[in-house]
């Protein structure tokens, strides 16, 4: 006979704050994308040289995804050819601390890892070295 559930003492919020903030970061190389335009804006061709794994396929959708939530904006370029630079809006800046804090965590745990005994897989992508 299972224990009766009891209901929480806390109200929650009309939307999930941290559902929302993490499904701002679920796609691959969302996280990646937002830390290689926190510098300065970036066109698309500098973002697949800073995340060499990345498809030109998955940046795109990244960025348009990224665009679409108001995380980043492009700015066409008067070039020959047309090109667009990315940027980082207001609130995709407001990420930066949460994704550096993610990072300074991820970095104690490969070192942590790697002086485990090899059983314990080590990530091979290390992005924000």
């Not at 970061?25 to 066109?43: K, M, Q």
């Not at 990345?54 to 940046?59: E, G, M, P, W, Y």
């Not at 959708?61 to 980082?88: I, N, Q």
């Amino acid at each position: 006979m299972g224990l009766p559930v009891r209901k929480s003492k806390v109200a929650a919020p009309p939307a999930c704050p941290l559902t929302e903030c993490l499904a701002l970061l679920r796609g691959a190389w969302a996280a990646n994308v937002i830390w290689y335009l926190s510098a300065e804006p970036r066109r698309f061709g500098e973002l697949r040289h800073d995340i060499p794994r990345i498809s030109a396929r998955v940046l795109s959708a990244r960025l348009r995804e990224l665009e679409s939530r108001g995380l980043v904006t492009r700015r066409v370029l008067d070039t020959s050819p047309p090109s667009a630079e990315y940027a980082l809006t207001r609130l995709g800046r407001e990420l930066l601390p949460a994704i550096q804090a993610l990072t300074n965590v991820g970095q104690k745990l490969i070192a942590e890892w790697e002086t485990r005994a090899p059983a314990v897989p080590i990530r091979a992508a290390r992005a924000h070295q």
